[in-house]
């Protein structure tokens, strides 16, 4: 029986206090029905926003993540957040090597491979975001790109002190309202899912889908095989559509179990 994991990727969205508002709001839509162990809920608000909701998320099952860290643990290193500060703060765990870090801040491989170690070492579960461009795809080189993205954090045996989650994302579908065909995910997601096999990650690995993922298709990207959840960027921001995106995903769980028991 699979469970399912949504992500809530907020950007450089929401004040604290429109964050904190939400959260509240979330709480309150959220109570009676929803099973955080069933479907579970990860919000990443800003950076100055996390310490915030996890005062007012702390026992609601709602879990923070923060959208990237930086290297080193503490130092004269001006404007820099370290993994640990982040822990503290209330993140449990961490979005590395989305696109737009690699595309605007000049992130490469090497790096988020870093951040990864480092994330790990602060007890942050890192989120790692891996995908090809639009031309990459064009040109044929999607397998390439992702082999490529994922030797780079991939390169050891996993062991339970190495959670890890995989975020698949297209970045020609990244807020752009065009999502990739299920089957083309359904097939990617399988070749994530060999190599975690190849580092003996635990069968727990969660493997999402991302760019532009709603209420509508969301159901589509959660029947396949080997993607357990979304990370969501546009619609996350509209509590509606958070509410009905995890009621889809609940719906999708008691669909599993019913094929299940046949
Ligand atoms: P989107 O963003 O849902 O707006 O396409 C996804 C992401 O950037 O993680």
Redesign the pocket.
Known sequence: MKSSLL?A?W?MYKTVEESASFARLLTERLRGWWNPEEVGLVVAPTAVAIFKLAQSLADGGVQLAAQNMDLGTEGAFTGALSAYLLHEAGARLV?LG???RRRYFAETDALVAEKVEAAWHAGLTPVV?IGETESERDRGETQTVLDRQLAAILKKPLGSSHPLII?Y?PVW????GRVAQNQDVGQLAHLIRRWLDQVQAPAAVPILY?????PENLAGFLSLDDVDGA??????LSLDHVVSMVKVAMGARQTDTSIAKG
């Open positions: 992500i990727n950007k979005i989305h696109s737009e975001c975020a994302e579908a990244i807020g752009t991302g760019g532009s993922v709603n990370l969501i960027g546009g619609a996350s």
